[in-house]
């Protein structure tokens, strides 16, 4: 099982941009899914996450300008990501709870991606 980002770049302050995250491998469920992101002599911190419901969560930064969804039926997870501040810039992390097949009864496991870089220049 692997998650793979793709959607990072570079753009100027108030644009958008759109990171999108696919599952692959054998894979039984996915419960939450989300974006971290790790900006240059920070710790990494929660962007926004999605249950299985789909039902979003977002950090108070990225609240009125940042979304998060997913495509249960792909096993992938977007972000679009919107009024893009300087602030913004970072490698941004796909983070996903899952069962890999023939674990289900396991419980979840943590994966994460390998991450993406999102530069916001003023």
Known sequence: VQLVESGGGSVQAGGSLRLSCAASGSIFSINAMGWYRRAPGKQRELVATITSGSTPEYADSVKGRFTISRD???NTVHLQMDSLKPE???VYYCNADLIPS???????INYWGQGTQVTVSS
Not at 102 to 108: E, F, S, V
């Open 72 to 74: 249960n039926a792909n």
């Open 88 to 90: 913004d810039t970072a």
């Open 102 to 108: 023939g674990y289900a009864n396991w419980g979840t």
